[in-house]
């Protein structure tokens, strides 16, 4: 990015790190974010454990400052941090749950990495980023060659380097590295380390504003549905095959085997009991730096996953409302065409509209003619007597269909199926084989209802029997499942 005049002009309005080292908080923002996102690497938190985090936080300042200093409440705060003109803080809510969720946002992350590289440091080492820019270089020029008696060359090479190093150990020639080189080493990886874990963030942000690009495109889609899903989604998912979704994919399988991981806890025990790198007073969290880009990594990919699945219902919707019109406008024809079916020769193809206007004067409205009151007559009624047992109105069983029916519906939110069985188990039956029999009429009716032959399932449920006691009934029957 070209670092001219207008180019910095429209970062200083519109960036949102920039926006934050202009704030006349920021050292409470970056302070508290930094302790409740960074240090622990926590990607989500839910709005009350944030605010209670903050309240603390600003109790302790006040102790120090004052009563009077930062006067708004921790929620104030949140919720004006995560305003669209701040953008310091994401808002949003998991599907299946009401309670507000926090995330930082990338360029917030940008803003406190910033304030971290202002203190001073007592060793910059360069020798370990020319030997890391060097080895880059020669893996793209490796890479990209195509001559195979260069490439076998180059091998020949680096296996003569190696042949040397190994005579020269077996001779008791043992080359070590110096404490400033492995300093200067451990210094660099350190900062990739901490880059690493903020590119996910930055990762999981340009996925999500690819889906909304990608939902833009199909909400103002005037074309066939084929050839906006060969735009959109191409050879394969659109999100999972963008660059970032390559690049992640390729990371998250490296880093998931064990081999891998057991390589990389051996290393980081090894180099951080180093005498040179423990002078250094390295952070505590360095040990476990690969776990943490494992949690940050599998948050991003149920991210991805989450995005694509709701991209497919998009679609699948769409398609849906496609074919119900069509199959609307089909069903008309057949009833048209069924309404002719026994006509020889109709007198009348088609009916249309008069036209002629049809003039009302107002004065021709008949006017208002009030309305006659039924007189009733108060009689005096006689108590009769009764000639059938009115017991048998207090017998009757009324199975309450809209609470099955709202039973039914929290169980299919979070799947797209649930079984009977599954069903009696999570609200076990009231009124026995009745309320059985209404769970499926009412899978027939507002649902879609299976039958699989092959399953046989057991339904218990406790009644009362006709000497008073309680007794467990058993019905057998082919697994019901219920579809959304």
Request: net charge negative; glycine share 4%; aromatic share 8%.
């Amino acid at each position: 990015m070209r670092l001219d005049y207008e180019t910095l002009v429209s970062l200083r309005k519109h960036h949102p790190a920039w926006r934050l080292l202009r704030s006349d908080h920021a050292e409470l923002i970056a302070s508290f974010l930094f302790k409740a996102f960074i240090v622990p690497n926590l990607r989500v938190i839910p709005a009350f454990d944030l605010s209670e985090a903050l309240e603390d936080h600003l109790f302790i300042l006040r102790q120090q400052g004052g009563e009077t200093l930062f006067p708004k409440t921790a929620a104030d705060y949140l919720n004006d941090w995560a305003e669209p003109d701040k953008g310091w803080l994401r808002k949003f809510y998991r599907p299946g749950t009401d309670e507000p969720q926090f995330d930082l946002t990338p360029a917030t992350e940008k803003a406190i990495a910033w304030f971290d590289q202002l203190s001073e440091r007592t060793f910059v080492g360069t020798e370990s980023r020319l030997l890391t820019l060097v080895d880059l270089l020669r893996q793209m020029s490796d890479g990209s060659e195509i001559d195979p008696t260069k490439r076998l060359m180059e091998l020949e090479r680096r296996k003569a380097d190696i042949d040397g190093e190994i005579a020269r150990i077996n001779s008791g020639e043992l080359p070590m590295l110096d404490d400033t080189a492995i300093r200067d080493r451990f210094q660099q990886f350190s900062q990739i380390a901490r880059d690493l874990l903020a590119d996910f963030r930055e990762v999981e942000y340009n996925f999500r504003q690819l889906d909304r690009r990608v939902r833009e495109k199909i909400a103002l889609w005037e074309g066939s549905k084929g050839d906006l899903i060969e735009d959109i989604m191409g050879q394969r998912d659109a999100i999972g095959d963008s660059d970032q979704g390559r690049s992640f994919r390729a990371f998250w399988d490296f880093l998931l085997s064990g081999t891998r991981q057991e390589e990389l806890s051996r290393l980081l025990e090894t180099v951080l009991g180093l005498s040179a790198v423990a002078s250094l007073q390295p952070d505590p969290r360095m040990r476990r730096i690969h776990h943490d880009w494992l949690e940050a990594g599998e948050h991003t990919q149920r991210t991805v996953a989450q995005l694509s699945q709701q991209l497919r219902r998009f679609l699948d919707d769409q398609a849906f409302l496609e074919n119900r019109r069509i199959m609307e406008i089909l069903r008309a024809l057949e009833s048209k065409a069924l309404e002719f079916r026994d006509v020889k020769c109709p007198q009348v193809m088609m009916d249309i509209d008069e036209v002629s206007v049809q003039v009302e004067l107002p004065m021709e409205r008949p006017l208002h003619v009030p309305s006659l009151k039924t007189r009733i007559e108060m009689e005096h009624i006689e108590v009769g007597q009764a000639q059938c047992d009115a017991g048998l109105l207090f017998e009757q069983v009324r199975i309450d269909r809209g609470r099955l029916k709202r039973h039914l519906l929290k169980m299919l939110q979070t799947r797209q199926q649930v079984s009977m069985r599954e069903l009696v188990e999570t609200q076990p039956l009231e009124q026995g084989l009745t309320e059985l029999v209404a769970y499926l009429q009412l899978g027939m009716e507002s649902f879609t209802l299976l039958q699989d032959d092959t399953v046989i399932e057991t339904i218990e449920w406790s009644a009362w029997s006709s000497e008073g006691e309680r007794v467990l009934k058993v019905a057998r029957m082919p697994r019901m499942i219920f579809i959304k």
